[in-house]
């Protein structure tokens, strides 16, 4: 089935798509990383790269596959890039991004009542409030997005060996 090096990049980077969308399921249910709603476009990025990944191979269209791949990437790394730079006080933030920082609930019971109540936010997208290695999730994204999409350019780019 991944018998081309387009098929075979395709493959890894769907992995690797999901890597990210359980990885950011993992930090925020398992080590209280609560997404903002910048984070939360991010990882509608994972999901879509995922998705257009395995429709292409299902498909098998390696190289559209590819292509969408290094789109869906570029806004990837335009959000994050747009967080980092909210982060520094470099730029505003969305007006969806203003809210107050969100609570964090003890137990389920808690939480349950302030869903009830309309009173639970996200935190604030120019707050950081987890971090790895000393950058925050955003920093973290920008890597990942600019290896996908050199990845998959290098996929796209790359001749077959006759």
């Given at each position: 089935?991944?018998n081309?090096?387009?098929?075979?990049?395709?493959?890894?980077?769907?992995?690797?798509?999901?890597?990210?969308s359980?990885?950011?399921?993992?930090?925020?249910?398992?080590?209280?990383?609560?997404?903002?709603?910048?984070?939360?476009?991010?990882?509608?990025?994972?999901?879509?790269?995922?998705?257009?990944?395995?429709?292409?191979?299902?498909?098998?269209?390696?190289?559209k596959?590819?292509?969408?791949?290094?789109?869906?990437?570029?806004?990837?790394?335009?959000?994050?890039?747009?967080?980092?730079?909210?982060?520094?006080?470099?730029?505003?933030?969305?007006?969806?991004?203003?809210?107050?920082?969100?609570?964090?609930?003890?137990?389920?019971?808690?939480?349950?009542?302030?869903?009830?109540?309309?009173?639970?936010?996200?935190?604030?997208?120019?707050?950081?409030?987890?971090?790895?290695?000393?950058?925050?999730?955003?920093?973290?994204?920008?890597?990942?997005?600019?290896?996908?999409?050199?990845?998959?350019?290098?996929?796209?780019?790359?001749?077959?060996?006759?």
């Amino acid at each position: 089935m991944f018998n081309t090096l387009p098929q075979k990049i395709l493959g890894l980077l769907t992995l690797y798509a999901l890597c990210l969308s359980a990885s950011g399921f993992i930090l925020e249910h398992f080590f209280n990383a609560i997404p903002c709603t910048m984070c939360w476009w991010q990882r509608y990025v994972h999901w879509a790269l995922t998705i257009a990944g395995a429709m292409a191979i299902v498909l098998r269209k390696p190289k559209k596959g590819l292509f969408l791949v290094i789109i869906f990437a570029s806004v990837g790394l335009y959000i994050a890039a747009w967080q980092v730079l909210a982060q520094n006080g470099i730029l505003e933030l969305p007006a969806s991004c203003g809210q107050p920082t969100g609570k964090v609930f003890d137990n389920s019971a808690d939480l349950l009542a302030a869903l009830n109540a309309g009173n639970v936010l996200p935190p604030k997208c120019d707050e950081v409030n987890f971090t790895i290695l000393g950058y925050s999730l955003a920093v973290w994204n920008i890597v990942a997005m600019a290896f996908t999409i050199l990845a998959a350019i290098f996929g796209l780019t790359r001749k077959a060996k006759a």
